[in-house]
């Protein structure tokens, strides 16, 4: 026998008992291939799933079998006309409807004759549930004595059994449009909203949760002239560990109750995680970023757009913008800030740093990172006011390098260990020693727990400090130039190893990205432009790391501009060019030798302004070293042989004032390396002879004070040279020496280290057999 059809009434009303989520599919199952009864439907769920909170639009409350249903397809039921008298109330006029109360002006007739608002339940809507909803906002406000906080003056049922409450009469205007449209100040608001703070704080310490902070239910009034705040709507209220009304009040499972735009991450989640405290701190920090940008980090265009599930991963997922980067990139940012009485730069700089931090640790998706309490919240602001030093503080590197491994693990873990073994366990380490503090500080913020909360809050702060410089200084260590050189002398990366460069690469882009206004942060984002350009430049993407490195030059460049007197940032901005020269050298030499003169010219100014500085002088010499390999390359000897030249002089002087600095001997028998080897080229060999003997010299005292690989390397090249020129000089015995020399440093370093690969190429590349001999003899690059 065939089911008989059903109503388009009747469907609704059956789809109303389906959950959200598991709506679509019901009604593919139900309407068939009938699309126009599909079509007919859908907008009238949707329609019915309007309301501004959630809590109807997700799980619509079920009547009993015996109570009124709701009918989104049939006319309202009837409304409670103005003029009736409930109790002592006159009815005056309606004044707020929410998802199943009615709020009304009314005026109290006896014993006193006042204007109140009366809230009742809508007509139709007094099923057990709503009734518990209804009684349990009555019992929270009734708890509650808060000059923030809209009071309860009376309670009762009207004739028809329906519960009723009376509040103070507020006349308000949401806190954002109060402050909006009387262009109050940045202070000015931040005054209003820690009032806010100290209604939710007291709240929370009589055992109830507000969980639908927004503007609506934030109202601003005048008292005596004076502005105050008025919070209001305890509709969804929740209680901590007492019971509100002797009626069921029960959350079911999968239903989300608060706004999207304003709601926690926790609230979004649906997993049956108990709700505290943290959730308000959540939605006060919502609140507080639309006061500063006038904007909430979620737009309302962007959850319109979005189906139920997507709306629960912005939610919990999606990082919101820092309130001054909202601010910076708004298209309304000259209305914005003439509502907030200042210019749009001024006002991006007013919420840069502290603001930012206080509202971003507000809006941690992580609970146990944001404020303990609302009144932690208020106190941080009212450090802001008072102009001392806030407790909130932005992100860690070494968190968000956490979020960074956690997104990449497999890449990263493959690659790290690998990349391990290249510097010769010095990134191992590091980072066996930040694991061990990791665990350490696990360790002791567990039993900080049960100590004092102020105390273990400023020792949690100072071991975030130090985690985040050791985290810092980790990173760096893995993309340092010294790093990053061992994979130079390699034939060939491996496939993981330019993996793990990607997301390096990744990260430090990443980084550059972010807002950059202190002198700090530009000089770190112009290094992470720097590092970018050296590992290109290792994958052998020439664009790219020319890209990056003349973006760090024009970042360092500006620095230097800004700082005169920070000798540090022309030093870097040299270094910079250096780099970018060294990049263009082998095919564009004209752009290579412009970039090094550049740098040199800068150099040469800071040694000039800084004489008492050797590092500065130290530096220069190394651009005319460069600058003489330029010009050797290019067959411009005489200009090469003064490059040279000057590098010497300058390295002679240097060694003369402190022989005993760090690399300046080593340095000094480098120049006379490369004269020798520029000497050697042009066939003038007794003077090449010198230059070489005077390297091999200096380098040898090097090494015996030093016994590292890399100079004992560079000893056996000078010896090479000064074989092969006493070869060309037709002294055979002598040469035989030198050579058989630099063979024996070779072998020992082939042998001492058989993971160092450069080692055996350096020989290969000499041709080095078993009698000794060999070619050799080479310019170095500082």
Same mark, same amino acid.
């Given at each position: 026998?065939?089911?008989?059809p059903?109503?388009?009434?009747? @469907? ?10 598991? &709506?679509?599919a ?20 949707? *329609? ?26 049939? /006319?309202?039921?009837?409304?409670? /006309? ?5 109790? /002592? ?75 009723y ?56 009034t ?18 901590l560990?007492? =019971?509100?009304?002797?009626?069921? @009040? ?13 709601m926690?991450?926790?609230? *979004? ?40 599930d997507e ?8 990082e919101?913008?820092?309130p ?19 210019e ?8 840069r ?5 206080i ?10 990172? &944001? ?56 990134i ?10 990791? =665990? ?17 809050l400023?020792?949690?702060h100072?071991?975030?400090? @130090?985690?985040?410089?050791?985290a &810092? ?11 990053? %050189? ?60 020319e ?51 550049e ?53 002679k ?34 003077e ?5 003997? %005077?390297?091999?010299?200096l ?11 890399e ?14 020129v ?57």
């Amino acid at each position: 026998m065939a089911t008989a059809p059903r109503s388009l009434k009747q @469907l609704f009303l059956e789809a109303l008992s389906v959950p959200p989520a598991e &709506r679509a599919a019901w009604l593919s199952r139900e309407c068939g291939h009938d699309v126009a009864l599909r079509q007919q439907i859908e907008p009238m769920l949707a *329609a019915h799933d309007e309301p501004h909170s959630l809590l109807d639009r997700v799980a619509p409350p079920a009547a009993p079998p015996d109570g009124p249903q709701p009918d989104a397809c049939v /006319p309202a039921p009837e409304s409670i /006309p103005t003029g009736t008298t409930i109790g /002592p109330y006159k009815l005056l006029q309606q004044i707020g409807e929410g998802g199943f109360g009615i709020v009304f002006m009314a005026e109290q007739v006896e014993p006193v004759r006042r204007r109140v608002a009366l809230k009742v339940i809508k007509p139709g809507m007094d099923t057990r549930q709503v009734i518990a909803r209804f009684e349990a906002e009555r019992q929270a406000l009734a708890v509650m004595d808060h000059p923030n906080i809209a009071k309860v003056l009376d309670a009762g049922t009207t004739d028809g059994g329906r519960p009723y409450f009376v509040m103070e009469l507020v006349r308000g205007t949401p806190i954002t449009h109060y402050c909006d449209e009387n262009s109050r100040s940045i202070r000015e608001r931040l005054a209003l909203f820690a009032s806010v703070c100290q209604a939710i704080q007291h709240a929370h310490t009589k055992g109830i949760i507000h969980r639908d902070i927004k503007p609506t239910n934030v109202l601003v009034t005048r008292q005596d002239g004076q502005p105050v705040v008025k919070v209001i709507d305890f509709g969804i209220a929740k209680a901590l560990g007492q =019971q509100l009304t002797d009626k069921t @009040l029960f959350t079911e499972f999968a239903q989300m109750i608060g706004t999207p735009l304003y709601m926690s991450p926790e609230q *979004a989640e649906l997993s049956g995680n108990d709700i505290d405290t943290r959730s308000d701190i959540y939605s006060l920090g919502v609140l507080l970023y639309e006061l500063l940008t006038g904007s909430t980090p979620v737009s309302k265009e962007q959850l319109k757009q979005a189906a139920f599930d997507e709306i629960r991963r912005i939610i919990r997922e999606d990082e919101p913008q820092k309130p001054s980067t909202r601010i910076s990139t708004a298209e309304a940012a000259p209305s914005i800030a003439a509502q907030r009485h200042t210019e749009p730069a001024r006002l991006a700089r007013l919420v840069r740093g502290e603001l930012d931090w206080i509202v971003m640790k507000a809006l941690e998706k992580d609970r146990s990172r &944001r404020y303990e309490t609302a009144s932690g919240l208020a106190a941080d602001v009212q450090r802001y006011l008072n102009d001392e030093a806030v407790q909130a503080c932005p992100p860690s590197s070494w968190y968000r390098f956490r979020k960074f491994v956690r997104r990449y693990k497999r890449a990263v873990l493959a690659a790290s260990l690998i990349l391990l073994a290249l510097v010769a366990g010095v990134i191992g380490t590091t980072w066996g020693l930040i694991r061990a503090e990791q =665990q350490r500080i696990v360790v002791e913020r567990q039993r900080d727990e049960l100590a004092d909360r102020n105390q273990a809050l400023q020792a949690a702060h100072e071991r975030e400090r @130090l985690l985040n410089e050791r985290a &810092r200084q980790a990173i760096e260590t893995v993309a340092s130039d010294q790093a990053i %050189d061992q994979l130079t002398r390699q034939a060939e990366l491996l496939p993981e190893q330019k993996d793990f460069l990607d997301k390096i690469i990744q990260y430090y882009a990443e980084s550059a990205q972010e807002a950059a206004d202190t002198e700090q942060e530009r000089s770190r984002q112009a290094l992470a432009y720097h590092r970018m350009g050296r590992m290109n430049q290792i994958l052998g993407r020439s664009q790219d790391s020319e890209n990056a490195y003349r973006r760090a030059v024009a970042i360092r460049r500006q620095l230097a501009a800004d700082f005169p007197t920070q000798p540090e940032f022309r030093l870097d901005l040299a270094l910079s060019h250096n780099a970018l020269g060294t990049l263009l050298t082998p095919t564009r030499m004209r752009e290579a030798e412009a970039a090094y003169a550049e740098g040199l010219a800068t150099l040469k100014q800071l040694a000039a302004d800084f004489p008492n500085r050797p590092e500065f002088r130290q530096a220069l010499a190394g651009f005319h070293n460069n600058l003489g390999n330029l010009f050797h390359e290019t067959g411009r000897p005489k200009e090469a042989e003064d490059a040279h030249a000057e590098a010497l002089a300058i390295r002679k002087q240097l060694f003369a004032d402190s022989p005993n600095g760090p690399n300046i001997r080593r340095a000094l028998a480098m120049s006379h390396n490369n004269l020798g080897w520029l000497f050697q080229t042009t066939k003038r060999l007794p003077e090449a002879e010198a230059a070489f003997r %005077d390297a091999v010299a200096l380098q040898k005292q090097h090494v015996a004070e030093s016994n590292r690989p890399e100079f004992r390397l560079e000893l056996a090249k000078y010896l090479f040279g000064l074989g092969n020129v006493l070869r060309d000089t037709a002294r055979p015995k002598e040469a035989e020496a030198a050579h058989s020399e630099a063979v024996t440093i070779f072998k020992q370093l082939v042998v001492e280290f058989p993971n160092r690969p450069e080692f055996r190429q350096e020989m290969a590349e000499r041709g080095i057999q078993e009698d000794g001999r060999g070619i050799g003899g080479e310019g170095e690059e500082k």
